[in-house]
């Protein structure tokens, strides 16, 4: 595709060669896709003092908290958009795996792994 053929988005040219510019009043959204087609090595431990913990049964107010505190910076609204029983009903899936990066003791990050496509595994947040 070329710049002239994004043209009929909102009359906006979208560059697809590097930076596109975004109107007053607007936020980007950037959506990165990764994939990985083998299993890493694992990696011997380094004494960061950092490890992950997978939270079995994640209440959706500790599940807001810690996704508010982490991804403010990012602007990560989604889930707190979300109404409580949607939220509660991914939190619940069986297919959804959800970590919780500690270091120092605190809670400084989370992963949420979602496993519900049946072929690919979606990394939700991280």
């Known amino acids: 595709m070329t710049c002239e053929t994004q043209a009929g988005l909102s009359g906006i040219i979208l560059d697809l060669d590097g930076y596109t510019s975004v109107p007053a009043g607007k936020i980007a959204s950037v959506v990165t896709y990764l994939e990985m087609r083998a299993r890493p090595q694992p990696c011997p431990r380094d004494g960061s003092g950092l ?73 939700s947040y991280f």
């Open 51 to 123: 490890s992950l913990h997978r939270v079995d049964a994640a209440e959706s107010d500790w599940y807001r908290g810690l996704f508010r505190r982490i991804g403010v910076d990012w602007l990560w609204s989604e889930r707190l958009a979300m109404s409580e029983a949607d939220l509660k009903s991914i939190l619940a899936d069986p297919a959804v795996e959800i970590y919780s990066l500690i270091r120092r003791g605190r809670e400084a990050g989370m992963v949420e792994l979602d496993f519900r496509d049946g072929e690919n595994v979606e990394l």
